[in-house]
T-cell receptor, first 112, second 114 residues
Framework: DAKTTQPNSMESNEEEPVHLPCNHS???????IHWYRQLPSQGPEYVIH?????VNNRMASLAIAEDRKSSTLILHRATLRDAAVYYC?????????????WGLGTSLAVNP | DTEVTQTPKHLVMGMTNKKSLKCEQH?????MYWYKQKAKKPPELMFV???????INESVPSRFSPECPNSSLLNLHLHALQPEDSALYLC?????????????FGPGTRLTVT
């Protein structure tokens, strides 16, 4: 079964870029990579997703390795409001057996 | 309106009680989800409804019974729960139950079983 691996925690300074890594070495060709974040006492919030190409949106960028076995979520300028748990998820659709495989999450601390 | 609402926010119930959690969305989404989340853990998928039909049941005990009365509503009926079922229960919806659609989550119901 596919799985995702993330560092347990990371720390950043305000206004600096943050690179959050995720390994998914058993990813299948049709699996999408999603990122969500969860602020304290809230439900998860969608950040970004992609399949093969790098993606940008107003919140973040997603860099996907050429072999798709890893990806990196990039927050270009961290703010205190970005302190959250960031989850890397594989949305798998192998053989009509759809699954959502959540990583354990990276807890991001942002220092003022 | 990109909001998923969940009621109640908090629920305390005894092991012999029957209660229900409710989830609602008005985004026209055709997929709805129930997750269970324990402290400091990622959400665990419990059920997925697609076009009002149960598509996924992740081997959830029968004391949890989902219901999708229409495309906007999702209920989770609870009966004879155990203390270890205490958790945050999250509802989510997405345009469809396929890979590329983002999920919108509600704030959750904090359940305590005594």
């Amino acid at each position: 079964d596919a799985k995702t691996t993330q560092p347990n925690s990371m720390e950043s300074n305000e206004e600096e870029p943050v690179h959050l890594p995720c390994n998914h070495s058993t990813i299948s060709g049709t699996d999408y990579i999603h990122w969500y974040r969860q602020l304290p006492s809230q439900g998860p919030e969608y950040v970004i997703h992609g399949l093969t190409s790098n993606v940008n949106n107003r919140m973040a960028s997603l860099a996907i390795a050429e072999d798709r076995k890893s990806s990196t979520l990039i927050l270009h300028r961290a703010t205190l409001r970005d302190a959250a748990v960031y989850y890397c998820i594989l949305a798998s659709n192998a053989g009509n057996n759809r699954k959502l495989i959540w990583g354990l999450g990276t807890s991001l601390a942002v220092n003022p | 309106d990109t909001e998923v609402t969940q009621t109640p926010k908090h629920l305390v119930m005894g092991m012999t009680n029957k209660k229900s959690l409710k989830c609602e969305q008005h985004m026209g989404h055709r997929a709805m989800y129930w997750y269970k989340q324990k402290a400091k853990k990622p959400p665990e998928l419990m059920f997925v409804y697609s076009y009002e039909k149960l598509s996924i049941n992740e081997s959830v005990p029968s004391r949890f019974s989902p219901e999708c009365p229409n495309s906007s509503l999702l209920n989770l009926h609870l009966h004879a729960l155990q203390p270890e079922d205490s958790a945050l229960y999250l509802c989510a919806s997405s345009q469809d139950w396929v890979n590329g659609y983002e999920q919108y989550f509600g704030p959750g119901t904090r359940l305590t079983v005594t």
